[in-house]
């Protein structure tokens, strides 16, 4: 064999090798991709009960309902239990969301669409059977969510890219609607801004986090020049007016007298920056709230004196509850539970 002919075949048996291993990658990273969606859909043992049935936003007693987080075929649908059971056995709908609120009958969904392209998120409207009513393509990753007390009003926020004032940080769109007339405002930012008594007008504007007082007014935070400030919001006047710096993700109680928010505290870890302060619309007086973790939440308020919120868990976030007045501690009170809403 001429030694031409000895590297020709040197080379084949090289690329035959090559294919060979690459086809064994392959199939091993199929194999694995495989093992990890069966693992996705058999729930772990010490998991929540979840069961599919009818689930509904009216009726049958005071319940809540919430985005299941635990391992199983049912992971990210959404799930009911009594208001009096948080912990118990979960009915299951056929509904997946990555972001949820409801009042009044009218939910929220915030949720991921797979198409040929690629991934897309909508806003879907739900009735009080869970059927869709509208939806609405969203500008990027959803992110929080509500619906005023009367169900008319829902707001929504995402993170989105691509603002060159950025600089590498987040920047979001908020958007509200008006489920009456299905009249959408888009984004926030549309909104006259009024601060420190003045009006504001900067590139770097920044709103999210909704939380209806009524239909015609909201609490939000705005963000501006590297700070964040407690803003009110007046859907008729198209106007934001500032009321307090060192405010995000605020959550208005049930008499419409407190609020409970996340605060960035000096001296914490960068990667853990807040931690939950309760205030007082009356005196406008801060108190600190007995948790002491940080919590990157808009928590939701499960009566007169207590909020629920997200932190991680073994099977996904937990939820926790917390008195809304400084005093108790924290209790675990569900497992790979996020985003619920009483109804």
């Not at 000895?6 to 694995?32: F, K, M, N, Q």
Request: net charge positive; aromatic share 8%.
């Amino acid at each position: 064999m001429t030694p031409h002919l000895t590297r020709r075949r040197a080379r084949v048996v090289t690329l035959l090798a090559a294919v060979a291993l690459l086809g064994s990658i392959g199939a091993a990273s199929v194999l694995r991709a495989a093992d990890r969606a069966e693992r996705r859909d058999r729930p772990h043992q010490g998991g929540p009960s979840v069961a599919g049935g009818a689930v509904t936003l009216d009726g049958g007693g005071r319940r809540m309902v919430f985005r299941n987080m635990a391992w199983g075929p049912y992971r990210d649908d959404l799930v009911s239990v009594p208001a009096g059971d948080p912990g118990g056995p979960r009915t299951a709908a056929p509904v997946r969301c990555l972001r949820f609120h409801a009042a009044a009958g009218t939910g929220v969904c915030l949720r991921k669409e797979e198409t040929a392209v690629g991934e897309s998120y909508l806003a879907s409207v739900l009735d009080s059977r869970l059927r869709t009513l509208r939806e609405f393509p969203l500008a990027g990753i959803p992110s929080r969510t509500r619906v005023s007390p009367s169900g008319r009003m829902a707001a929504w926020t995402v993170f989105v890219g691509g603002d060159s004032y950025a600089g590498g940080s987040f920047s979001t769109r908020t958007s509200i609607l008006d489920t009456r007339t299905w009249t959408l405002t888009p984004s926030l930012e549309a909104y006259a801004i009024v601060k420190d008594g003045r009006p504001y007008h900067a590139a770097d504007v920044n709103l999210w986090g909704v939380t209806f007082s009524d239909d015609g007014h909201f609490y939000a935070t705005l963000a501006t020049g590297g700070r964040t400030y407690l803003v009110r919001g007046d859907v008729a006047a198209r106007t934001v007016t500032t009321l307090r710096p060192n405010v995000e993700c605020p959550s208005l109680s049930p008499d419409g007298t407190r609020l409970v928010f996340k605060k960035r505290v000096p001296g914490l870890s960068p990667d853990a920056p807040w931690r939950l302060y309760a205030l007082d619309l009356r005196t406008m007086r801060e108190t600190p709230l007995a948790e002491t973790r940080s919590v990157d939440d808009q928590v939701v308020w499960a009566g007169g004196n207590t909020v629920l919120y997200g932190l991680a868990g073994d099977f996904g976030d937990d939820l926790w509850s917390v008195p809304a007045d400084g005093t108790g501690r924290p209790s675990r009170i569900a497992v790979a539970a996020l985003n619920p809403a009483f109804v």
